[in-house]
């Protein structure tokens, strides 16, 4: 029975209630069409408006508004002595907020409009072209453009070219610098602290906008890295990488490659632990984040507070195993002159893996030991015959740590072995293991000629050669403090490592690490170049 019907069966009149309830449903929806009606034709206005669109600015009035509010604003604070530069900085920000707004609303507009109707794919003009608006989170607020969309009958597809021309994504609202903003700081810091310093710097993201964008370029970030290592695939790819770096050198350079690795914890399967547990599997798991760095040696110079520091490096990290890091190092290296380097030297700590890499990829790269960890071994066994950090351990390992920088690796090797049968079983074990590691390595331990050059330039008596050699490193210390960085940020436990994905967002610190942010962002490029 419908609502009419009952209210004119006059027989079986409905309680007053009812029919006062029915009443207001009809004027209701009466309201709710004219509403419809009257938005309708707001929108249909709107658009029309935004059609006729050809640039952005604003009016005289719109102007005279401006200089008003900003005017009343100064004379406020002229009125408090107390207030400084920075409530005017202030004041004159929030003031050219909306003005601003609208600029970018109407040139955002203008370009839409400007962009023709045809598929971005196969250039053929769009059927049943329609017009539909779309609001944007941009860096002055909230933009709502209209912008003409059709279907392509040779890709059937539907298209919105104004929304490719203007760098914006599918469902997601941020307009490219707002992209590029989550992007950095979600790289730099967590989503909670990323969320208050974009509010503070008066942009308008919330935690969900955050997030999602940052995941969404991470993928993005992921994937032209993926397509920079294709170029490793083709001949021409290579030589296209090859000659990016800035024309031939001046001089021979010596290419240093640092290679070293950390573990992060991520939680894959969150939600998920009791289901987990229940097999009789652990929810949390370690992976190694493999990291490595480029540089030539001539960038390489020294602060006036005696810190090495270098001009120009490349980076690369990745979770994603050895063959990923190999790839993307090549590529780094390539970028950094291998084609053109005199002579490339590898320097890592002892990890079998890192050696067997080197070997497969770069075999005629002369391998270097990290001297610090080539002490820190022979210091573990001083400690373990004599004490941790006892006199008696300095002046057992003082003597060895001497031969090692004289490249006496064969003298240490054998005092290590003389001193075995002298010791109970399992200091034995352990002695052997660094019996072991120092045979291993003894061909990666040559030291001596950079510690002589480095004397003789303190002395000042170093030659050409010497000074040139005085500022080859001994260790890996320019990859472990790049490491080190990469773990404040990443190496943080929470539920944010399955919503983000730590190599998407690693994928991002390394293209900002590398100057290379722009070739993400476009609009970036008058950017200093941050290395
Ligand atoms: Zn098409």
């Known amino acids: ?157 539907w298209h919105f070219p104004a929304d490719y021309a203007l760098g914006l994504a599918k469902k997601a609202p941020a307009s490219p610098y707002l992209q590029e903003i989550s992007a950095l700081l979600v790289s730099k810091m967590p989503p909670e602290q990323a969320c208050l310093v974009a509010e503070r710097l008066g942009l308008d993201l919330s935690r969900c906008t955050l997030d999602r964008e940052a995941r969404r370029q991470g993928l993005k970030a992921e994937l032209m890295r993926a397509q920079t290592i294709a170029q490793l695939d083709t001949w021409e790819g290579i030589q296209q990488l090859a000659s990016q770096t800035d024309g031939p050198p001046a001089q021979p350079f010596t290419l240093i490659i640092e290679i070293d690795a950390w573990n992060i914890r991520e939680r894959d399967d969150w939600g998920q632990t009791k289901a987990l547990r229940e097999q009789n599997k652990k929810p949390e798991r370690w992976h190694w984040v493999y990291m490595a760095t480029v540089f030539r040696l001539d960038h390489r110079g020294q602060t006036a507070g005696a810190r090495a520091l270098i001009s120009q490096r490349g980076y690369v990290a990745t979770r994603l195993g050895l063959d990923p890091l190999m790839h993307q190092l090549y590529r780094e290296a390539l970028r950094s002159g291998l084609g053109q380097a005199k002579q490339v030297l590898v320097i890592a700590d002892g990890a079998v893996w890192i050696w067997n890499l080197v070997k497969d990829r770069f075999p005629e790269a002369r391998q270097q030991l990290d001297l610090w960890h080539a002490e820190e071994h022979l210091w573990a066994v001083a400690n373990d015959l004599h004490g941790r950090g006892t006199p008696e351990a300095r002046s057992w390992v003082e003597p060895l740590l001497q031969q090692i920088r004289e490249d006496q690796t064969t003298l240490v090797i054998a005092t290590l072995t003389e001193l075995k049968p002298r010791l109970l079983q399992a200091q034995q074990e352990k002695l052997q293991t660094q019996i072991q590691y120092f045979e291993h390595n003894a061909h990666r331990m040559q030291y001596k000629e950079v510690i002589a050059a ?35 940020r990443f190496k943080r436990t929470g539920q944010f490592w399955t919503m983000v994905g730590d190599e998407a967002l690693m994928c991002l610190e390394t293209f900002w690490r590398n100057g290379r942010w722009h070739e993400l962002y476009p609009h970036a490029k008058s950017s200093v170049a941050l290395n």
Not at 462 to 484: F, H, M, V, W, Y
Request: some cysteine.
């Open 454 to 488: 480095r004397a003789a330039l303190e002395s000042g008596t170093a030659t050409d050669e010497q000074i040139k050699l005085a500022n080859q490193p001994l260790g890996s210390g320019a990859i472990e403090s790049t490491c080190r960085q990469y773990q404040c």
């Open 1 to 157: 029975m419908t609502n009419s019907s009952i209210a004119k069966d006059k027989t079986r009149r409905a309680p007053a209630k009812v029919r006062q309830a029915i009443r207001q449903t009809q004027a209701i929806n009466e309201q709710l069409t004219d509403n419809i009606m009257a938005e309708g034709g707001a929108l249909a206005n709107a658009a029309a408006k935004a059609a006729a669109l050809s640039k952005g600015g604003l009016t005289e009035a719109e102007i005279q508004v401006w200089v008003k509010d900003l005017d009343a604003r100064l004379a406020v604070m002229a009125q408090h002595p107390e207030q400084n530069l920075g409530h005017l900085e202030e004041q004159i920000a929030r003031s050219a907020k909306e003005p601003l707004r609208l600029v970018a609303e109407r040139a955002a507009q203008a370009k839409a409009n400007a962009t023709p109707c045809c598929c971005r794919d196969c250039q053929l003009p769009l059927v049943s072209q329609k017009y539909l608006a779309r609001t944007i989170d941009s860096r002055f607020g909230p933009l709502r453009i209209f912008r003409g969309y059709g279907w392509c009958p040779q890709c059937q597809e």
